[in-house]
């Protein structure tokens, strides 16, 4: 596993060169990963990434759209979707494709198929998580206090969402535990500076 750098001496720039130049586990594409707490800047980092990414086309996948709800979001399911539906095919350069989760209506829609990327990111909490390993080549944590986190979601979303909000960092550090998450990052970032 490539040395995980140190939090104050990363950024952008030092990112994008390890994307151009750093190992690889698919000679078809490069995935990385982007895990943290809530609020920590994930959606952030991936979008300064995909803007600035030069080595081909670029696909985020939020894992927000692939959540089945709040009550099974960080389960197995979601890992059979990451392998199955997303890694495992655009490791081998086919096609990717998942059903994205409609949190108005409480379902999964019809199955979102897209080509293979250049970089694939796979941005949010459990994206990170040891099945996904194998195949990403950076996994990126992002370190950011709980409060902070906490109150950057509730003024993007609205304070309605704190009860559901506090009940989720719970259930985020213990699968960041379970997963050993942070202690696997290659990358390590500070969002209270780098976002």
């Known amino acids: 596993m490539a040395e995980a750098k140190k939090v104050a001496n990363i950024s952008l720039e030092n990112i994008l060169e390890r994307l151009r130049t750093g ?3 698919s000679a078809l594409s490069r995935a990385i990963s982007i895990d943290g707490p809530a609020g920590s800047g994930k959606t952030t980092l991936a979008n300064r990434i995909s803007e600035n990414y ?8 939020h894992m927000d759209d692939l959540y089945n709800g709040w009550e099974d979001a960080l389960t197995a399911q979601l890992t059979r979707t990451l392998v199955n539906q997303i890694l495992t095919p655009a490791a081998q350069g086919k096609p990717l494709g998942f059903r994205k989760y409609d949190w108005l209506s409480k379902s999964f829609g019809d199955l979102i198929s897209h080509p293979f990327p250049k970089l694939l990111i796979l941005e949010g909490v459990g994206s990170g998580q040891k099945a996904t390993r194998a195949f990403t080549d950076e996994l990126i944590w992002i370190d950011i206090d709980s409060e902070v986190g906490l109150q950057r979601v509730l003024r993007r979303d609205g304070d309605y969402l704190e009860t559901e909000m506090r009940i989720w960092q719970i259930r985020e550090q ?3 535990k379970s997963e050993n998450t942070r202690d696997c990052a290659t990358i390590r970032v500070d969002g209270n500076f780098f976002i």
Do not use: M, Y
């Open 23 to 25: 190992p690889r586990k």
């Open 54 to 61: 030069e080595g081909g086309q670029v696909l985020t996948i």
């Open 174 to 176: 213990e699968h960041f």
